[in-house]
C-alpha cells in the first residue's frame, strides 16, 4: 500500500499543491492528471522519495519511507523524464548494471529479451551513445518488460511492485505504446501498484484504475 498524507509542495514561492491525501493498494493503477506546470512531476519525486514535501509524508505499508529507505527502493522501479542510461554503455549492460545495483537478478538472456520485447533486441550490443533518443526510451522501458518476464516477478521478494512513470509514451511508435500499455496492465493484474503521468490517451485495461487532477493551488500561491 502506498499512502499519501496531507502532502504540499512548494516551488520558490509558488505553492503547486497542498493538503493531498491518497492511497494505492495492490492491483491498484492511478493516473495523475493535470496541465503543465501542476506538479505532477514533482508528487512522482515525492513519491520517490527524490523531493521531500513541504508538508506532509509518504509511507509504504504504514512506515513512513524516510524510514525505510533501502527496503522502499528494493520495491520501487521509477522511470522519469530522463532515461537514466550511461552513454559509455551498451543497451545490454545498461540492464545488467541497472539490475545489480537495484538488488534485482538480471540474466543476460532476460536483459536480452526485455530488449527484444521493446523492438530494441537488435541495439543490444550498440553504446547507447549510438541510439536516437527513441531508441533509448525503449532501452529505458524494457527495465519494466524484464520485471515481467519474471514469472515469480510479483511474489518475488526483490520484485519492483511499485512502478512510478513520468511520460512514460513519450517518443514511442504506435506499436510499442501498445506493448507498454499491457505491460502495464499486466503488472497491475498480477498485484502490482502504478503511478503514472501521461498526456497521451490511457489504454490500460485495469479495473482498479483511477484519475486524480491536480489544478494549481491559485489561492495558496498569492
Not at 499519501?4 to 516551488?11: F, P
Not at 503514472?196 to 485495469?206: G, M, S
Request: glycine residues 12%; hydrophobic residues 45%; contains cysteine.
Amino acid at each position: 500500500m502506498l499512502e499519501a498524507h496531507g502532502l504540499e509542495c512548494t516551488r520558490g514561492e509558488r505553492t503547486l499543491f497542498r493538503g493531498l491525501s491518497f492511497s494505492v493498494a495492490p492491483a491498484q493503477l492511478l493516473h495523475l492528471g493535470g496541465a503543465n506546470g501542476a506538479g505532477k512531476t514533482s508528487l512522482l519525486r515525492i513519491l520517490c522519495g527524490l523531493l521531500s514535501p513541504a508538508r506532509g509524508e509518504i509511507r509504504w505499508n504504514g512506515r513512513p519511507i524516510a524510514a525505510i529507505r533501502e527496503e522502499y527502493a528494493a520495491k520501487l522501479l521509477y522511470i522519469g523524464h530522463a532515461n537514466a542510461l550511461k552513454d559509455e554503455l551498451t543497451a545490454l549492460e545498461n540492464l545488467q548494471v541497472g539490475g545489480t545495483l537495484a538488488g534485482r537478478r538480471c540474466t543476460r538472456e532476460a536483459a536480452i529479451g526485455a530488449l527484444g520485447e521493446l523492438g530494441v533486441g537488435r541495439c543490444a550490443h550498440l553504446p547507447v551513445r549510438a541510439l536516437s533518443q527513441g531508441q533509448r526510451r525503449r532501452v529505458s522501458l524494457a527495465r519494466l518488460a524484464l520485471g515481467a518476464r519474471n514469472a515469480e516477478a510479483i511474489n518475488d521478494e526483490n520484485a519492483a511492485r511499485l512502478w512510478i512513470l513520468d511520460e512514460p509514451f513519450a517518443a514511442l511508435d504506435t506499436a510499442a505504446v501498445v506493448h507498454l500499455e499491457n505491460l502495464i496492465g499486466a503488472h497491475v493484474a498480477g498485484g502490482g501498484i502504478v503511478v503514472l503521468t501521461t498526456h497521451q490517451p490511457l489504454a490500460v485495461v485495469a479495473t482498479g484504475m483511477f484519475r486524480i487532477e491536480l489544478e494549481y493551488d491559485t489561492e495558496a500561491s498569492q
